[in-house]
C-alpha cells in the first residue's frame, strides 16, 4: 500500500469514528434523560463523546486540506 491509500484510509476511519460517537451521544443523552446509562460508556460523559467526535473530524479536515494541496501543487506549472 503507498502512503496515500493509508492516509485515505485513516481519513474514512477517523469519519466513520467521528459518526459513531456522534450517534452514540445522541443515544447517551437521551438514555440519560430516562435515568439510565450505557455501560460500555458510563465513564464518559456525552459531551467528552462529543469533544471526541470532533477532535477526529479536525484530522480528517487537515488530511483533506493536505490532499487538496498536492493536487494543487501537481497542476500548478
Same mark, same amino acid.
Given at each position: 500500500?503507498?502512503?496515500e491509500k493509508i492516509i485515505s484510509v485513516v481519513s474514512r476511519l477517523f469519519f466513520l469514528g467521528a459518526f459513531v460517537l456522534l450517534g452514540l451521544e445522541i443515544i447517551e443523552r437521551i438514555s440519560n434523560g430516562a435515568g439510565y446509562t450505557i455501560v @460500555? &460508556?458510563?465513564r464518559f460523559a456525552p459531551g467528552r463523546l462529543l469533544e471526541i467526535a470532533g477532535i @477526529? &473530524?479536525?484530522?480528517v479536515i487537515a488530511i483533506q486540506l493536505r490532499e487538496i494541496?498536492?493536487? @494543487?501543487?501537481?497542476?500548478?506549472?
Open positions: 500500500m503507498t502512503l @460500555l &460508556l458510563g @477526529l &473530524l479536525v484530522f494541496r498536492q493536487e @494543487l501543487k501537481k497542476r500548478s506549472p
